[in-house]
């Protein structure tokens, strides 16, 4: 079965400075999709990055990127520089063909950034 | 990217009543999703909306209390029926069909009394 876990319920970060949310992922499928996305308190979900299962460099888009790590079935999103904006709810989630393309998410982890 | 709308953005409805939310993307897909999120929870799959046949839903949601209808390949409704305060959540319309492709609408945020 495919699983994702974020065992991370709430982080703090100081503002400017650099903070790593952890995801790690269980899947039988060798190809598949990873995700972040970001849920401010207005409930709409932002996608932050995306991993594939095949891709060789760990995506990075701006001030996010994705710390992909296959063998130990990790994709930790890393975002550095914080900024009050960034304070909200953080997914992660994977997609797969055998999963029907449905994407499964984690439990979520509630980032603080604090001035 | 798709661009994903849904109506309405939030309702306040009375236990027993029905509400249709509807999803409309600006392209045609293959796939389209509808995703409930209980307060202070993730994102769990409901359904996946099929065009022209029955959705396909997962494990804990049935057809009578979640019909969908999915007419063209543009536009997809869920109807929450005979509603109780538990069914307040934010409900999520998303496409998808590839593995790097997962776009979602704004949700309906729902609130039951």
């Known amino acids: 079965a495919q699983k994702i876990t974020q065992t991370q319920p709430g982080m703090f970060v100081q503002e400017k400075e650099a903070v790593t949310l952890d995801c790690t992922y269980d899947?039988?499928?060798?190809?598949?999709?990873l995700f972040w996305y970001k849920q401010p308190s207005s409930g709409e979900m932002i996608f932050l990055i995306y991993q594939g299962s095949y891709d060789q460099q760990n995506a990075t888009e701006g001030r996010y990127s994705l710390n992909f790590q296959k063998a130990r079935k990790s994709a930790n999103l890393v975002i550095s520089a914080s900024q009050l904006g960034d304070s909200a709810m953080y997914f992660c989630?994977?997609?797969?063909?055998?999963?029907?393309?449905?994407?499964?998410f984690g439990a979520g982890t509630r980032l603080f950034v604090k001035a | 990217s798709a661009v994903i709308s849904q109506k309405p953005s939030r309702d306040i409805c009375q236990r027993g009543t029905s509400l249709t939310i509807q999803c409309q993307v600006d392209?045609?897909?293959?796939?389209m999703f509808w995703y409930r999120q209980q307060p202070g929870q993730s994102l769990t799959l409901i359904a996946t909306?099929?065009?022209?046949?029955?959705?396909?839903?997962e494990s804990g949601f049935v057809i009578d209390k979640f019909p969908i209808s999915r007419p063209n390949l543009t536009f997809s409704t869920l109807t929450v029926s005979n509603m109780s305060p538990e069914d307040s959540s934010i409900y999520l319309c998303?496409?998808?069909?590839?593995?790097?492709?997962?776009?979602f609408g704004p949700g309906t945020r729902l609130t039951v009394t």
């Open positions: 998303s496409v998808g069909g590839t593995l790097y492709e997962q776009y």
């Open positions: 989630a994977m997609s797969s063909n055998t999963g029907g393309f449905k994407t499964i």
């Open positions: 392209s045609q897909v293959t796939m």
């Open positions: 909306a099929n065009q022209g046949s029955e959705a396909t839903y």
């Open positions: 899947t039988s499928d060798p190809s598949y999709g």
